[in-house]
Structures are given as C-alpha cells and as structure tokens.
C-alpha cells in the first residue's frame, strides 16, 4: 500500500490539474479495485489539503488479466469507469501455458472457441453494465484475430502504431455479423478452435 500511495501521489501530481486515467493492473477480485480506489481517494483528498492542484477528471478502470475477475460480482462492472483485457496474460492463465516459454507459449490459440466463449461472456456483462472494454495484447494487433474479437463485440484494440493499417483494411472488408454467425456455427458443430471456418469464411470475401 506504501508503493502505491506514492505512486498514485506521483500520478496525481503528474496530472497537474488536467484530466486523468488510472487503470489498476492484475486485479483478481473486486475486493482488491475498491481497495486500491480507495487509496485513490485519501491521496486526492490528501493533494487537496496540501494545496495542490486536482485532475479536472479522473477515470478509474482495471485491466482484467486474470478469469477469475470476469466473474466478480455484477457490482465491479459497474463500479468500473472502464476495463481492458489484457489478452496475452489472460490467455496464459486461462490456458495454463507459461507465456514465457516457447516450448508452450505458442500452443494454444486466441480463437479457440472455450477462449472465444469465456471473451464473450466479458462482452456480455460490460454491455450489461454500460462499462467500456478494450482488449489489450499481441492478438488485437494480428489482423484475423482482432477481427473476430471485434465480431464478438470488442470495439477498442490496442496495438502497436505497425498493425493499425492491417487491421483496418480486414476490418472493412468484412461483414462481423457475419463473422459472428460463421464462429457461432463453429461452436455449434463440436470445433475446437474457429480458425478453419473463419479462414474458409474469409477466403469467400470479397476484395
């Protein structure tokens, strides 16, 4: 609690009165948001008696890397100005695969369709709370993926400045109520992973 003070100190200061966002990173369950808020607002109140300059605006948000926080109380979704996926250590957890390691890290892919299932039912409970969710991570900067998690409902993708044309190109080429019904009927039909009937799908769309 001590590090973080002082880092929410430097962050406040930082801001010098302009608008601020906070975003909480590797929490697990909501307990540890409202904590960590929490020591948000003594170091705002804090800053204030000492005179010195409030954020116009803050934003407070979390990013969800571990599965057990998809599953926190309807109450976190809501409590959140914002969450972000953050899709290369969610995908490690999720799967049990060391990231770190390149005997595994490559083993298991973004569109198998448990993974596609469980992003879903993030979607689904952001929408529910009227939160903004990004995804964050190598995948939202590869274009295939990043278009069937937008067909899943992302609307924000953040990526290296490299993958932004690519991505952009595949994503006006292609109808993602389409694409949702393609991995739908994937999921339907006992696959795996979504990846041969999207590609199927994709090598049928117009140029």
């Known amino acids: 609690p001590g590090g973080l003070r002082m880092q929410l100190q430097a962050l406040l200061r930082a801001a010098q009165g302009r608008p601020l966002i906070i975003m909480f990173p590797f929490i697990s369950e909501a307990g540890e948001f409202t904590e960590a808020r929490a020591l948000l607002t003594r170091e705002i109140h804090r800053e204030r008696s000492l005179g010195h300059p409030i954020p116009e605006r803050i934003e407070v948000g979390a990013m969800l890397e571990t599965p057990s926080l998809a599953f926190a109380p309807d109450a976190f979704f809501r409590d959140v100005d914002f969450l972000s996926i953050g899709g290369n250590d969610l995908k490690q957890f999720f799967f049990a695969a060391d990231r770190e390691n390149e005997r595994v890290r490559r083993r298991y892919d973004v569109l198998n369709l448990s993974f596609l299932s469980f992003i879903g039912q ?13 995804f964050c991570g190598e995948d939202a900067g590869r274009p295939v993926e990043a278009m069937c998690l937008a067909a899943l409902g992302v609307r924000n993708l953040s990526m290296r400045p490299a993958s932004i044309g690519p991505v952009k190109a595949l994503l006006r080429r292609v109808d993602l109520g389409d694409l949702r019904a393609v991995i739908e009927a994937a999921r339907v039909a006992g696959a795996e992973t979504a990846r041969p009937a999207v590609m199927d799908w994709l090598a049928t769309q117009a140029e």
């Not at 993030?122 to 990004?134: D, E, K, P, Y």
């Open 122 to 134: 993030i979607v689904a409970r952001c929408q529910a709370a009227g939160t903004s969710l990004s």
